[in-house]
Each structure stands twice: as C-alpha cells, then as structure tokens.
C-alpha cells in the first residue's frame, strides 16, 4: 500500500435539516453521537485506517470545533482551515488545496461516514492515473440520489444521471473523492460552487474521473432520519473498522 494520503473533512456546512435536534450555534459535526461528537467518530475511524494528517474546513460554527479539539489528545495531526464565508462544497476544496500544498488528498464530507477503505481507494487513484476518484456504494433505491454510470472494466465516469422517479437499484456518489490538486486548480473557478453540480457534471469531458464502487455501508447525518439511525450504527461502523485493520 502506498503512503495514504492527506484527508480534507468539508465541515462547514449549516446543518439546516438538523437545526432542530442540534439547536442554534452547534454545528454538524459536533452532533452528539452515542455521547460523543460525530467529528469524534470520524477521526477515530480515521485514525485506525492509519491516516496521520488531516485538514478540517470549517465555517459555520467553527468555535464550537476549534474549542472541543483544544481539549482532545489525538493520535493524528490536524490543521484547520475556517471559511471568511460560505463557499460551498467546490470553493471549500479548492480553499484547503491552495491553503495545504499537498499534491493529491482525500476529500470526505464532515457528516458522512462509510466502511471505505481508504488505503485501497489511495491506490486505485493511483494506478488508474485519473485526474480525480469518486467512492460510490450500490442501494436498492437510487431515485432520491441520481446515479453514476460507468465503465464496468476500466471503472471510467460516463455520466451523471438526473433523479428519476421511478425506484430502481444503482451507484451513487458517496461524498468521498481522491483527487489531483496541480488538476483542479487549473480550473478557472468562482471562489463559491457546489463541487458537484457546477464542477463534475460539467467537466465530464474534460478530466479523467473513476468511480471506486466498493462502499457497502454509509451513513449521513444530516437527515434527522438517519441521525437518530446513526446513534447505533456509527458506532458498530467504527467497531468493525477496528478490526479490519
């Protein structure tokens, strides 16, 4: 396995669906989970994929995060980086790969967390030379999501389908990216866009993106569905991680 890669934890968002259950000023990431931070989970289960440094884009609600890590003792080494003012999910990573320098980083959503495995998502970035990788997970019901298609051999992104109404089983993205900095920041970008929306969908012709579509399992919080959800899996997921590594 090569040297995993610097992580980016996008935890700057809102947390508008979850207002109600975190109350005003607490932001997403810090969302009692089983007693504990949901920022707590994620960097333990970073820890145990042997990630040593990670960067936390932070806005909305970054004292609440700058003051619980000042109280942690943490196995990893971790930089913040706070937002003057939202900038989406596509000016965030372009802030922290100008601010960090690093060549390449895993991108992970600060409300998401998955039985990825990182080191292997690393080296399939790699060997397959692309300009960016996108994790993807398989469920029943892809028609609240939108899907990815893809090569079946080569694993090559060909499109992004639109939501349908109908349900039907498919791949969609699971907010995990491996991507190329020296790449992406050749684009000539707003400072604030949905990496998403106005980024991928739009330059499927001109970049090399792969989808890595071994997710089984993803939680994200910001529904107040799957919240109260992830009290009991988030902590299995975190269990079982410890184990497999």
Same mark, same amino acid.
């Given at each position: 396995?090569?040297?995993?890669?610097?992580?980016?934890?996008?935890?700057?968002?809102?947390g508008?669906?979850?207002?109600?259950?975190?109350?005003?000023?607490?932001?997403?990431?810090?969302?009692?989970?089983?007693?504990?931070?949901?920022?707590?989970?994620?960097?333990?289960?970073?820890?145990?994929?042997?990630?040593?440094?990670?960067?936390?884009?932070?806005?909305?609600?970054?004292?609440?995060?700058?003051?619980?890590?000042?109280?942690?003792?943490?196995?990893?080494?971790?930089?913040?980086?706070?937002?003057?003012?939202?900038?989406?999910?596509?000016?965030?990573?372009m802030?922290?790969?100008?601010?960090?320098?690093?060549?390449? !980083?895993?991108?992970?959503?600060?409300?998401?967390?998955?039985?990825i495995?990182?080191?292997?998502?690393?080296?399939?970035?790699? !060997?397959?030379?692309?300009?960016?990788?996108?994790?993807?997970?398989?469920?029943?019901?892809?028609?609240?999501?939108?899907?990815?298609?893809?090569?079946?051999?080569?694993?090559?992104?060909?499109?992004?389908?639109?939501?349908?109404?109908?349900?039907?089983?498919?791949?969609?993205?699971?907010?995990?990216?491996?991507?190329?900095a020296?790449?992406?920041?050749?684009?000539?970008?707003p400072?604030?866009?949905?990496?998403?929306?106005?980024?991928?969908r739009?330059?499927?012709?001109?970049?090399? !993106?792969?989808?890595?579509?071994?997710?089984?399992?993803?939680?994200?919080?910001?529904?107040?569905?799957?919240?109260?959800?992830?009290?009991?899996?988030?902590?299995? !997921?975190?269990?079982?991680?410890?184990?497999?590594?």
């Amino acid at each position: 396995m090569s040297k995993m890669l610097p992580c980016v934890i996008l935890a700057g968002g809102l947390g508008t669906r979850l207002r109600p259950v975190l109350g005003e000023g607490l932001p997403k990431a810090m969302a009692s989970v089983d007693g504990q931070p949901f920022l707590a989970w994620m960097l333990r289960w970073l820890e145990q994929q042997r990630v040593t440094d990670v960067v936390l884009s932070l806005g909305y609600g970054c004292g609440a995060i700058t003051g619980w890590l000042a109280q942690q003792s943490l196995g990893l080494s971790v930089t913040i980086i706070e937002e003057d003012k939202p900038l989406g999910t596509g000016g965030a990573i372009m802030h922290a790969l100008r601010t960090c320098g690093a060549p390449q !980083m895993i991108v992970l959503n600060g409300d998401t967390i998955t039985d990825i495995d990182l080191g292997r998502f690393a080296d399939f970035f790699e !060997m397959s030379g692309a300009d960016l990788a996108i994790a993807a997970t398989r469920v029943p019901d892809a028609s609240r999501y939108g899907t990815l298609e893809f090569d079946a051999a080569s694993k090559r992104l060909i499109a992004f389908e639109e939501k349908r109404p109908v349900q039907a089983a498919g791949f969609i993205n699971a907010g995990v990216y491996a991507v190329d900095a020296a790449r992406l920041l050749g684009f000539d970008l707003p400072e604030r866009f949905s990496y998403e929306d106005d980024f991928l969908r739009r330059q499927i012709g001109n970049l090399d !993106m792969r989808v890595f579509p071994e997710i089984t399992e993803f939680i994200d919080i910001g529904i107040p569905s799957d919240y109260e959800r992830a009290q009991q899996v988030v902590p299995l !997921m975190c269990e079982r991680s410890a184990h497999d590594t």
